[in-house]
């Protein structure tokens, strides 16, 4: 294939007619040959110069080419090394158009993912910085978005950034829940003692009491701090209030059973004192703890106080009544009008405290309780013997009566008690002895006698046993003269052939049956029973006196009665 002669250009024609042109109007003009020289030579140094422009031109976009080609390696290079790739190009073969086209949307690719990172990096600085502003107590951040290094857009920084982040989260929500709960609880302590929530808060920072929440509640270091002082602050004034209310409700209680206030008039302060054995986590009633409550609880002590000192003495004398009751109860020596003239001194001289001496009269009407308590079983067991006594005393009386089998009024019954009574006369000395063993027992563990009525009860015991004992030896003599006498009233008929009148044993008087009669318990536990031995043993002499033999009674030896019956 043979090579054409190249075609000529449109602008090469053009130049050449345009000079064909120009030899014409330079022929009309008639120029000379050393003008026209001169101006083509001007012509060609004119259009050489254009040349000369437009080759430096095209040199120089060559050199552009070439400068944004390396700008966009660079470019590439500075963004993979920023965002942390590790991917690779290379620009390819072709002319310097072909290789910018094909590195273009290679650089656009890369400006996007950096552009999204900045924009990544940008938020989480921005949560950041606000999170910051908020625990430095900056509280909204006013200041221009973050600056973000564009050097280092790696993942791993995103992450780091991310996990700052995190735990900035997490310490806003810590402190949020702090604060939440310092509000929680100034609200309760506000509630227990009536104080004004919303000012205390409002003291502390505005935002803590906005209630329509469209403020960030402050979580700074001197919110919390303050908010920490004033949950302090508040938990003292508690604790203080409640002990002032303590105080206060066992003084009531105090004053309440001096004066044995009626329960209808301690309902009024029941909310007070139903908190003297209450812990401070406990008291949580609204209003339990305020001011007004104290003041009114404080008014009723001093009015009470006031009022206990005129009722004092009337106290003291009630305390008497109940000690002298308690001692009388349990048959125990108390010198009463003594002990009343001994008080209304004290209380007259204004030199005692009648707070302790009711304290102490507390303190002997306790200890009284203890000895009546100790005394109880003694006690039942003397009321028994007694009414053992009086039951044989009946008996006796009843025995005596020489119509007791009669059919009269009543007369069933008495035989019924006269059983009962022989069946409980036999016990007296086994109640005797397990009650002379109780009364032994009881004094050798207190070290003083046990006195009934003022009576020694084991000297009331053992004038029973000799008063007893001499009692049924006069019954024993008296059923032996009985037996002489009928004896005697035989052998009168064997030899008189008659009966003689009968006569009364000796014994069988009025005075003779009163003597041999038992004392009732009563006087056996006065001091005149201490005397019954020797009254008794005067009686018996002149019962003895008093004896009379028959006139008609012969003393005869033994072998004569004998002989004269044979």
């Known amino acids: 294939m043979t090579n054409m002669p190249p075609t000529p250009s449109p602008t090469r024609t053009t130049c050449a007619s345009l000079l064909h042109e120009l030899q014409i109007i330079w022929d009309e003009i008639g120029e000379s040959d050393s003008e026209r020289d001169r101006m083509l030579l001007q012509l060609e140094q004119e259009c050489l110069d254009i040349y000369r422009k437009k080759v430096e031109k095209t040199r120089k976009f060559k050199a552009e080419l070439h400068q944004l080609l390396a700008e966009a390696e660079a470019e590439i290079a500075n963004v993979v090394s ?6 690779s ?3 390819g073969r072709g002319t310097l158009k072909e290789q910018i086209s094909a590195i273009k949307p290679i650089l656009e690719e890369l400006r996007s993912k950096k552009q999204e990172r900045i ?22 951040s006013n200041s221009s978005d973050p600056q973000v290094n564009e050097c280092d857009l790696t993942v791993r920084k995103l992450g780091e950034l991310k996990s700052h982040l995190q735990e900035l989260q997490n310490e806003k929500i810590f402190r949020l829940q702090k604060v939440n709960s310092h509000i929680n609880t100034v609200h309760e302590l506000s509630a227990v003692m009536s104080i004004d929530f919303s000012k205390t808060l409002n003291e502390v920072h505005p935002s803590l009491s906005d209630p329509s929440g469209s403020q960030l509640k402050s979580i700074s270091n001197g919110t919390l701090a303050r908010l ?10 508690k604790q203080q209030r409640l002990q002032k209310l303590q105080g206060l409700g066992r003084t009531l209680i105090e004053l309440w059973n001096l004066m044995d206030t009626p329960v209808d008039e301690q309902k009024g302060f029941e909310h007070v004192t139903s908190l003297i054995s209450s812990s401070l986590d406990e008291v949580s009633s ?13 008014v009723e002590v001093e009015r009470l106080n006031a009022l206990k000192a005129r009722k004092m003495k009337e106290l003291v004398f009630k305390r008497q009544n109940e000690l002298e009751e308690i001692y009388k109860g ?3 020596d108390l010198d009463s009008d003594a002990a009343r003239e001994i008080l209304g001194s004290l209380v007259d001289s204004g030199n005692v ?17 203890e000895q009546a308590l100790s005394r109880k079983d003694i006690l039942d067991k003397v009321e ?9 005393k009946w008996l006796e009386e009843y025995e005596r009566d020489e119509n007791r089998y009669s059919a009269g009024k009543g007369a069933h019954k008495n035989l019924k008690r006269a059983e009962k009574a022989r069946n409980l006369v036999s016990k007296i000395p086994s109640i005797c002895e397990h009650l002379t063993a109780k009364v032994k027992a009881w004094e050798m563990e207190k070290g003083i006698p046990f006195l009934y009525d003022k009576v020694p009860v084991l000297q009331s015991l053992e004038e029973y046993s000799v008063l007893r004992q001499e009692k049924e030896e006069e019954k024993r003599k008296f059923r032996e003269q009985k037996r002489l006498q009928e004896q005697l009233a035989a052998e009168q008929e064997a030899r008189f052939g008659s009966k003689p009148t009968p006569r009364k044993p000796l014994g069988q008087s009025t005075s003779a049956n009163t003597m041999v009669g038992t004392p009732t318990g009563r006087r056996l536990m006065t001091p005149s029973g201490r005397h019954g031995v020797s009254a008794t043993k005067e009686r018996r002499e002149s019962g003895r006196a008093n004896y009379m033999i028959p006139v008609n009674y012969v003393a005869l030896q033994k072998d004569d009665a004998i002989s004269r019956d044979s």
């Not at 302790?356 to 200890?367: R, V, W, Y």
């Open 286 to 298: 609204q209003g339990c703890l305020a001011l007004d409550v104290i003041e009114q609880t404080k």
């Open 89 to 91: 190009f290379s620009r």
């Open 353 to 369: 405290d009648l707070s302790d001496l009711l304290s102490s009269m507390d303190d002997q009407i306790a200890k009284a309780k």
């Open 228 to 237: 920490t002082g004033v949950v302090h602050s508040l938990k003292q004034e």
């Open 330 to 332: 349990v048959h125990m």
């Open 119 to 140: 924009k990544q990096f940008s938020e989480i600085q921005s949560q950041v910085v606000q999170i910051c502003a908020e625990i430095a107590g900056d509280g909204q």
């Open 82 to 87: 920023a965002l942390g790739e590790h991917t």
């Open 384 to 392: 028994k013997w007694r009414y053992a006594i009086e039951e044989e």
